[in-house]
């Protein structure tokens, strides 16, 4: 159970990563934004996706090399 609490929590940073994205670069562009198919698709969705994924990935490896080996 801890493990699937575990990943959808990473799969809802990745989420928000990306549409936080989306929404400030739509914000700047003077765009529409909505959560929908056109959104999915925007390259700025997928860049804060891949933030997302960085933020995953570094606290695993800060995770990994700051436990003391038992």
């Avoid at 929908?36 to 933030?51: E, H, I, M, Y």
């Amino acid at each position: 159970m801890h493990t699937i609490v575990k990943y959808g929590l990473r799969l809802l940073l990745v989420i928000v990563c990306g549409l936080v994205s989306a929404r400030f670069f739509s914000y700047e562009k003077g765009t529409h934004f909505g959560f929908d198919k056109r959104t999915l698709k925007s390259r700025q969705f997928w860049l804060g996706a891949l933030v997302g994924l960085t933020f995953i990935f570094s606290d695993y490896r800060f995770a990994h090399y700051l436990t003391l080996p038992q």
